[in-house]
């Protein structure tokens, strides 16, 4: 898995809309720019071609993440949130449309920030209109967190309508062609995972 470092970027080109950013990560991904001396990777086998067909995967990934920077950037600016409400909010609303209600409780864990911090955080964003706390529905003694419509429908208008458009390419592929997209995905998930935990494990035995 290729470990790419990132160059700083000063504040003044994150608030040119990420141009910077978008530059640095363009190229950063490339084997040459990541592993020019082929200590992660091993290229035999590969013809040039080869290459260079993966290069560009990776860098299409690296855009991506840099848009989907973009539009949490954008989306936190309008709402005048910050990225753990964002995550608060989503969490919130997936559970929302699965019939599930959320309490305090469950949002500190999924956030994995203390009682206190989510408490504090709640309060904020009733103050400023994005939830409110209710009854919930089977157990009397606590409370749940709803999303308000107005931030519900911010939110849709803000990242859904972005997001959708994955749908959209997606269904222009085939079965066939969606099952090597989930393969791709799934397998780079897999390893990555594995290798934070390889990495994760060995940093507690040094630490030990």
Known sequence: MIVAVSEPCSNNASTRGGIMEDQVFSGMFSLASSDPEGH???PAGLKPEDLTQIDQIMQELSRMRGIERKIMRSTQRFMNLNETDMRAIRKVISSTYAGKAVTAGELARYLRISSASVTKMLDRLEAGKHVIRKPHPTDRRSQCVEVTEETHQAAREQIGRHHAQRFEVLRSFSQSEREIIIRFLSGTSQAMEASLD???QNN????S
């Open 198 to 200: 390889s990495a994760s």
């Open 40 to 42: 992660l990777i091993n």
């Open 204 to 207: 507690e035995s040094s630490g």
